[in-house]
């Protein structure tokens, strides 16, 4: 428990106000069309504007949040009959040549899908979600965006207020992404923090969305003083990701895991292809004594599925790696990259390992950013592509149920159109139910507020015990309701025993308590939208004290490669071309 | 020393308040010895620490609802000791547990931990109190059972329980020169306050007037003064000690 009678660390602040959406503008002073950010503040919708040659700037609409989120749903639903493109908002997206923002549509289009619909019938018509674009360079492009329109409209119902670091790491001056970051106008703090801390890998996966070029190992002393930044900037981090490359392939990154094992930070996950951990035990053991947790990449169950995405055969390798999880009892976040057509019918096998292992506290499916050194030239059709709709399709159609659609929420953590989930509670057979199941996120919101996890936060504590209430009154109603209420009366037990338990005791104990899959969609130069990368909680912190979100840095100051024609950036690469230089809406 | 000559028994004293309890009564001159239900570790990690202290200190594996063992134990104390004039109903434990889920069984352990228990050591010291014409009944109750705040019911149920035994008590044995009285401590930083819930613990220091949560030396102060010769009017009284709720 904290000492109260020392100075507490300072708290993190919520948003001044609730960051929506982005709409088109003009600058009030100069009248130049620009993006504008738009916001609830006290009840009422305000634009936000960064005009370059003007500065900040703000437009009061004279509308009440309420009767303009509703009237913003309306303009979601397609006018029946209506032969064509139905028109339901604009954002910034950007040219997939040439990188350069430009002005996206977003349309509902019905299609007639190949293969069975979300209901299972074969060639049935689908409304999906498209960004329509065109480039003065490049021309006119489309892009697939969601697979769902219902779910896509319905989404922007569950944005809910971001916080603020505790410090902003760069000024606004030419406005999202090139200021980046994170600087004042950006609506979320660092929820997870990825620090890549080599380049060096032992694969090669054609979908690989990094750049490696086998040159650097970060040393402990900058480990250090990144970790201390964000430690700065954020006061408090429930999670943080060590990346790469391979993280494992560091030569000192048992180092690193100590230099980030600190009070202020909840876990630290080591992000992995998992064969160092299948070959090596010492190491593995190593890695359980310090109490890091596994982030494992496992997204496929066959050598052909593995050499299509990874290069070449792993299942030797990742069954090792599972067999060293499940021997160390290593708490163990699993990811798996879900690509149309190669390896998305193994998603139900993916599900049925994450609910018979304890070890696995959650899985991560992330439809595949076609960015990168391997993702940016991966063989892709931007219309018909896996969005996070059509992985909680294949979820359902692959669990014979046991999962469904309508078991997932838009996470309004981030922007929600970029994080799905669910939370799934154990029973005391060892199955699991859905949250969904027994309670109604749009009620208790607030469960979903923070965090892909559930934190013993006030807040969180509140709308639990909200929820164990009302259970209990409709447990006749709900499905295994009293087994529902034994699993929550066994958490609590063991989340309070009658001796106390140490802060860190306590949540390792909490979050064995449920599960969670999460669907993170990350973007690419086809469905990037400047809207969602101004919500992004999950940021890359640089060396020089910069944080950067990742969609953001990915595509623009990675300098990785974007696309077959697009230059790649000059920094880490000797003797590389000219230096990238940001492009600028249209 | 406020304490020197008196025999004290602590229930439930291998650890939290009730551990300071102890060190407090040692400190003040008191020949302690406290009872414990289960845990030799803690048990014998108090005895060690006290008697480091220099602390005339026993400790004694017997339930509080146990009466014959009870009934022993205070024969013994008076064998060798020839008194027991101090008395501490300590022993308790705290559980987050809601009514919707909370068990009849968790209702009855609780009550009976907490308010049977007292009646049982009490009834166990009374006839060597009786037979002295002096006596120092403690009751330790909570904030809980005073007033209302967010804790687990039978937990508040069972402190407010100890109040009324407090006060009913007073009445009827003050006659002997028995004093009767209860603390009510408010969160402390230790004890079964330790794995509070933050928003329970937060909305608590929202209220303090102290702005923070009370140390276990805090509490037992009260009990070494109410425990000594200079507390004597004082009867049925409960003292709050939670720095302005």
């Known amino acids: ?586 | 020393m406020l304490c020197e000559g008196r025999v004290a028994l602590v229930t439930g004293g291998s650890r939290g308040l009730g551990r300071s309890i102890c060190k407090v009564l040692a400190r003040e001159g008191a020949r302690v010895a406290f009872t414990y239900a289960t845990n030799d570790d803690d048990a014998n990690a108090t005895l060690a620490f006290l008697r480091d202290a220099g602390a005339r200190v026993s400790a004694h594996k017997v339930s509080v609802l146990d009466k014959a063992g009870l009934t022993a134990l205070v024969k013994q104390l008076d064998a060798e000791h020839g008194k027991v004039d101090v008395l501490v109903n300590n022993a308790g434990f705290g559980q987050v547990v809601p009514l919707a889920l909370m068990e009849e069984s968790d209702w009855d352990q609780m009550l009976d931990t907490h308010v049977k228990g007292a009646f049982l050591a009490t009834q166990a010291v009374l006839r060597t109190m009786v037979r002295e014409k002096f006596g120092r009944v403690i009751n330790v109750s909570s904030l809980a059972g005073v007033k209302m705040m967010q804790a687990p019911v039978h937990y508040a149920t069972a402190k407010a329980a100890l109040i009324g035994f407090t006060e009913s008590l007073a009445k009827e044995v003050g006659r002997y020169g028995i004093t009767v009285n209860a603390i009510a401590p408010g969160i402390l930083d230790e004890g079964v306050s330790a794995h509070l819930p933050p928003a329970r613990l937060e909305e608590y220091l929202r209220h303090c007037s102290l702005k923070r949560m009370g140390t276990l030396d805090e509490a037992s102060e009260f009990v070494a003064f109410i425990a000594s010769n200079r507390s004597t009017y004082m009867n049925g009284s409960t003292i709050v000690i939670d720095g302005a709720v």
């Open chain 1, 1 to 586: 428990m904290d000492c109260t009678t020392c100075d507490s660390p300072a708290k993190r602040v919520d948003r001044p106000h609730l960051f929506f959406a982005h709409e088109l503008d003009t600058c009030p002073a100069c009248e130049v069309k620009i993006e504008a950010r738009v916001v609830f503040r006290d009840g009422q919708v305000v634009h936000l504007l960064h005009c370059t040659s003007c500065g900040p700037q703000e437009r009061e609409l004279g509308i009440d949040s309420k009767s303009y989120i509703q009237a913003f749903l309306e303009r979601g639903k397609v006018p029946d009959g209506l032969v064509g493109d139905h028109l339901f908002k604009t954002t910034t997206s950007t040219c997939p040549q040439c990188l350069a923002l430009v002005e996206a549509q977003v349309v509902i289009r019905t299609v007639k899908v190949s293969g069975p619909s979300a209901e299972g019938v074969e060639g049935a018509d689908e409304r999906r979600v498209f960004f329509l674009k065109d480039c003065t360079r490049c021309g006119p492009s489309e892009a697939l965006v969601s697979e769902d329109a219902g779910y896509y409209v319905k989404a922007y119902a569950f944005a809910r207020e971001g916080t603020e670091p505790l410090k902003f790491r760069s000024e606004v001056e030419h406005g999202c992404p090139t200021d980046c970051g994170t600087c004042s106008d950006h609506e979320q703090h660092t929820c997870l923090p990825i620090v890549e801390v080599t380049d060096h890998c032992n694969l090669e996966c054609p979908i690989c969305i990094v750049d490696n070029q086998y040159s650097t190992h970060m040393d402990t002393a900058t480990f250090s003083k990144i970790v201390d930044g964000l430690i700065e900037a954020e006061g408090t981090c429930e999670s943080i990701a060590i990346s790469g490359g391979e993280p494992t392939s560091h030569p000192q990154i048992l180092e690193l895991v100590k230099i980030a094992s600190r009070p202020e930070i909840g876990r630290v996950v080591v992000i992995t292809n998992g064969i160092r951990l299948g070959k090596d035990r010492a190491f593995a053991t190593k890695l359980k004594e310090l109490g890091a947790y596994i982030g494992l990449q496992l997204d496929g169950f066959s050598a052909e599925v593995h050499t299509k995405i990874r290069g070449r055969d792993l299942t030797d390798e990742k069954a090792a790696a599972l067999a060293a999880i499940r021997e160390l009892d290593l708490p163990t976040q699993m990811i798996f990259v879900a690509t149309k057509g190669i390896n998305d019918h193994q998603i139900g096998q993916a599900v049925d390992l994450f609910l018979a292992m304890p070890q696995i506290l959650s899985l991560n499916f992330q439809p595949v950013a076609y960015t990168g050194h391997g993702g940016g030239t991966f063989d892709h059709d931007p219309m018909d592509r896996l969005t996070i709709p059509g992985i909680v399709r294949r979820v359902e159609q692959q669990t014979a149920g046991r999962l469904t659609y309508t078991d997932f929420f838009p996470l309004p953590c981030s922007h929600p159109q970029c994080v799905s989930l669910t939370y799934l509670l154990t029973l005391e057979d060892g199955t699991s139910v859905p949250f969904a199941r027994f309670t109604d996120f749009e009620k208790y919101g607030t469960l979903l507020r923070s965090s892909a996890t559930l934190p013993a936060l006030p807040e969180v504590e509140e709308a639990l015990g909200d929820l164990i209430h009302d259970v209990f009154a409709r447990q006749d109603e709900i499905e295994h309701g009293p087994e529902i209420l034994k699993a929550l009366r066994r958490s609590l037990d063991q989340m309070f025993p009658r001796k106390p338990l140490t802060a860190k005791q306590s949540f390792q104990v909490s979050e064995r308590q449920s599960k969670s899959i999460f669907l993170h969609h990350y973007m690419d130069r086809h469905d990037f939208d400047l809207e969602r990368l101004r919500k992004c909680c999950h940021h890359y912190p640089q060396i020089d004290g910069r944080i950067m979100p990742a969609c953001g840095f990915n595509m623009f100051h990675r300098g990785a490669a974007k696309g077959p024609e697009t230059p790649r950036a000059a920094f880490s690469r000797p003797g590389g071309r000219a230096p990238f230089s940001l492009p600028v809406i249209q």
